[in-house]
């Protein structure tokens, strides 16, 4: 990658996508094409700081529109694709598998078939520099079993329609590398926190729930365990995979920080009690609640390969980045109402 590429990032109004289109548009003078379709998910009030940037436009569009992703790729001639555009809740999955079918199966299959018909009129050298990163979950090799943590070679047992869709995904992205030939590489990261996640996911629902003094449903007993990365750090683990010359197929990304959901829930407390100062105990909201159909007790990753390949190695501490995403939330009460407003009745968390 060259100073002045030009990076496609699809999904770039989500979570991960806005964070990481601001550290694309931080690396030397980096162009960025956000496509994405703004779902309830997608917020353009997630990119506010970007969006007059010259060197980025947001296209409204869907990833399974062969025909705007084809004209794109011909109008930018991007030296790399990332993709994150994906349906990203379990609970909603549940609720409604086809939806995620159709987006991150389909939509992934039609990306990558526009994506290889541009990367295969590209003259050799720029073929071989080209990269498409197709950011994929942890949750794709099922639950973990006491002790173990995931890496590349973990089998395949998606559990949830999300981690199904998710995995069907990624088999098309390497039956395009084996047919074509196409230079893919998965990511498979683990659960993300950090600012600008949407409030139906577990840290941010809680942290508004507490901070309002409403009550706190944690699925059955608390006791599931998932490996908690910062987003930031997801995002610098990225960039570090679309630098290496000669990457891997697959890198899992994570942290260490494999933790049970009633421990986190109970820290968001804390850190409100600390910064709120009201006097309240929140940990008094806690409330067990009916578990999840099919819930993965466990995910925990080794990213061994990641930080033996790459330079990367995070840099936020979990307790560290827990208190200051608890900050941004209280300090962002617009961003909160603006997203909200758009979310259609969706399940718990
Ligand atoms: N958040 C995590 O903890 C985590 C962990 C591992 C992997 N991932 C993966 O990373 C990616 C991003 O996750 P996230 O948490 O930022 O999700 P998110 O739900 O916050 O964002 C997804 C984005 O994709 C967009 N989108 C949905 N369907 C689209 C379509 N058909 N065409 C174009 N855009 C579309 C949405 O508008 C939204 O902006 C996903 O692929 C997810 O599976 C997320």
Redesign the pocket.
């Given at each position: 990658m060259n100073q002045d590429s030009t990076v496609i990032v699809?999904?770039?109004?989500?979570?991960?996508?806005?964070t990481l289109v601001r550290q694309c548009l931080a690396v030397g003078s980096w162009s960025v094409v956000t496509?994405?379709?703004?779902?309830?998910?997608?917020?353009r009030c997630?990119l506010t700081e970007v969006l007059d940037n010259p060197r980025h436009e947001l296209v409204e569009?869907?990833?399974?529109?062969a025909a705007l992703v084809a004209e794109l790729l011909k109008r930018h001639r991007p030296q790399a694709v990332i993709?994150?555009?994906?349906?990203?809740?379990v609970d909603r999955s549940i609720a409604g598998p086809p939806q995620f079918a159709?987006?991150?199966a389909l939509?992934t299959c039609v990306l990558l078939d526009e994506v290889t018909r541009y990367w295969q009129q590209l003259k050799e050298a720029e073929q071989q520099a080209f990269r498409c990163l197709l950011?994929?979950?942890?949750?794709v090799f099922g639950s973990a079993n006491p002790d173990e943590s995931f890496d590349e070679q973990s089998p395949f047992a998606p559990n949830s329609p999300?981690a199904a869709s998710?995995a069907a995904?990624e088999h098309f992205a390497r039956a395009f590398s084996q047919t074509y030939g196409l230079p893919v590489v998965v990511?498979?990261?683990?659960?993300?926190?950090g600012p600008?996640?949407?409030p139906e996911?577990l840290i941010p629902k809680m942290i508004l729930h507490a901070a309002a003094g409403q009550s706190l449903p944690v699925y059955g007993d608390g006791l599931h365990q998932r490996d908690w990365?910062h987003?930031e750090d997801?995002g610098d683990a990225l960039l570090e995979i679309l630098r290496a010359k000669k990457p891997s197929s697959r890198y899992v990304?994570g942290a260490e920080n494999c933790l049970t959901n009633l421990h986190v829930v109970e820290l968001i407390c804390d850190f409100l009690d600390e910064l709120l100062g009201d006097g309240k105990n929140r940990r008094k909201l806690i409330a067990s609640t009916v578990d999840r159909l099919g819930h993965d007790r466990r995910y925990a990753v080794d990213a061994g390969r990641l930080r033996s390949e790459t330079h990367w190695l995070p840099k936020i501490g979990f307790e560290g980045g827990l208190r200051e995403t608890v900050r941004w939330y209280l300090e962002n009460p617009g961003w909160v109402a603006e997203v909200s407003r758009r979310e259609e009745s969706g399940p718990s968390y």
């Amino acid at each position: 990658m060259n100073q002045d590429s030009t990076v496609i990032v699809t999904g770039g109004a989500g979570f991960i996508g806005s964070t990481l289109v601001r550290q694309c548009l931080a690396v030397g003078s980096w162009s960025v094409v956000t496509i994405d379709k703004l779902t309830y998910a997608g917020n353009r009030c997630s990119l506010t700081e970007v969006l007059d940037n010259p060197r980025h436009e947001l296209v409204e569009g869907d990833v399974a529109d062969a025909a705007l992703v084809a004209e794109l790729l011909k109008r930018h001639r991007p030296q790399a694709v990332i993709h994150l555009a994906a349906e990203s809740h379990v609970d909603r999955s549940i609720a409604g598998p086809p939806q995620f079918a159709t987006t991150n199966a389909l939509g992934t299959c039609v990306l990558l078939d526009e994506v290889t018909r541009y990367w295969q009129q590209l003259k050799e050298a720029e073929q071989q520099a080209f990269r498409c990163l197709l950011v994929s979950t942890d949750e794709v090799f099922g639950s973990a079993n006491p002790d173990e943590s995931f890496d590349e070679q973990s089998p395949f047992a998606p559990n949830s329609p999300y981690a199904a869709s998710k995995a069907a995904g990624e088999h098309f992205a390497r039956a395009f590398s084996q047919t074509y030939g196409l230079p893919v590489v998965v990511a498979n990261s683990s659960n993300n926190f950090g600012p600008r996640q949407h409030p139906e996911k577990l840290i941010p629902k809680m942290i508004l729930h507490a901070a309002a003094g409403q009550s706190l449903p944690v699925y059955g007993d608390g006791l599931h365990q998932r490996d908690w990365l910062h987003v930031e750090d997801c995002g610098d683990a990225l960039l570090e995979i679309l630098r290496a010359k000669k990457p891997s197929s697959r890198y899992v990304i994570g942290a260490e920080n494999c933790l049970t959901n009633l421990h986190v829930v109970e820290l968001i407390c804390d850190f409100l009690d600390e910064l709120l100062g009201d006097g309240k105990n929140r940990r008094k909201l806690i409330a067990s609640t009916v578990d999840r159909l099919g819930h993965d007790r466990r995910y925990a990753v080794d990213a061994g390969r990641l930080r033996s390949e790459t330079h990367w190695l995070p840099k936020i501490g979990f307790e560290g980045g827990l208190r200051e995403t608890v900050r941004w939330y209280l300090e962002n009460p617009g961003w909160v109402a603006e997203v909200s407003r758009r979310e259609e009745s969706g399940p718990s968390y």
